[in-house]
């Protein structure tokens, strides 16, 4: 039974090249992340690495990388973990950091986490059947069949602001006024409007709004 918990039957390269997908591919660690546990892997240095993938992912929305993982090893205060640390760290970044096969090892990977999703839901619908909660079983159910779904996150509008705003995002035509041009960012866009108005005072002069 702990051997169907865990990576074991996969052998400890499978578990290094899940390791290294996960340190190189931002989307999969996405997708990945809320069926992922460290208790999957085998040794104490495995489920150490993970688990700071997983913290520093939640926090920064990106893979850690050689650096911090170094900084973070510091704080290891067990000197056995903190040496099998920086020992496999050397072997997945040595070894499988660029495998020709990490996609395929994190389809398994994938598949292995959903599969657990699955048992683990199956057995906590035993309790909920006893009760004739079948509302909690199909909730349940359900949500073991959406884990490891890809993510499309969609728009975000706030964090897209100055990209939809930048001259890359506007169509712009110049008005060949350079001063003008550089004020707006290239010229006058699809849907806006220009227009002209004279001041006279101290010095009479042309405004651009």
Known sequence: MEETNNLKK???EFQSKCIAALITDQLFVERIFDILTPDYFESDANKWIVQQIMDYFLKYRSCPTLQVFGIQSEEVKSNVLKAAVVEQLKNVYSHYIDSQDLKFVSE?????CKNQKMKNAII???DYLKLGEYDQIRRV?????KAGMERNLGHEYHAEIDKRMSAMCRDTIKTNWEEIDKLLDGGLAKGEL???VEFRGFHDCLLFV
């Open 141 to 145: 159910v359900d949500e073991a069949l």
């Open 10 to 12: 996969y052998g400890s």
């Open 194 to 196: 220009g227009f002209f």
């Open 108 to 112: 398994q990977f994938l598949e292995f």
């Open 124 to 126: 906590s619908s035993t």
